[in-house]
């Protein structure tokens, strides 16, 4: 419990669904510089690993992706032309921030961030506390905490 008496969650991996779990895999694999490994138990599934942990999952679905993502990653990326290479389509281009697609449809904001390492990098670290709180008209939400959020700030 958290002192506010909520329990506290804990982030597990991050899912997405292709058509082509190794296309989609390898992609997001060399975007975030993650070592690509098939699920030991659940054929046509690739997880991307950092170290012992895996990450990300990549299932396979049948359909393609229809419409806009609902959830879509947020990077740091020091040059966005690095995810285009990769196999990344630039949608839209705003002040602060580059709107890009993966070769399956899937949205990230690419903002930007310190050169050097992988063309993109995650929110470290990976793993984040998620507390559940009550607002005001006492609804219950979840609430991310993003202390030491950006790169170079903190572990």
């Not at 709180?133 to 700030?153: I, M, Q, W």
Request: hydrophobic residues 40%; proline residues 9%; aromatic residues 6%.
């Amino acid at each position: 419990m958290t002192a506010a008496g909520s329990p506290e969650l804990r982030f597990q991996d991050l899912c997405l669904d292709a058509r082509d779990p190794l296309r989609i895999g390898r992609f997001w694999a060399a975007a975030l510089g993650l070592q690509l490994r098939p699920h030991q138990h659940r054929p046509g599934v690739v997880g991307l690993w950092h170290g012992d942990d895996a990450v990300v999952w990549v299932n396979p679905v049948a359909r393609a992706k229809v419409g806009k993502n609902r959830v879509h990653l947020d990077l740091w990326v020091p040059e966005p032309d690095r995810l285009v290479a990769l196999g990344a389509e630039v949608i839209a281009e705003h002040a602060d921030w580059t709107v890009l697609a993966d070769p399956e449809g899937n949205e990230l904001c690419a903002f930007d961030g310190p050169s050097g390492g992988p063309p993109a990098r995650a929110l470290p670290p990976w793993r984040r506390t998620v507390r559940a709180v009550t607002d005001r008209t006492g609804s219950g939400r979840a609430e991310l905490d993003c202390r030491n959020a950006r790169p170079g700030e903190g572990a």
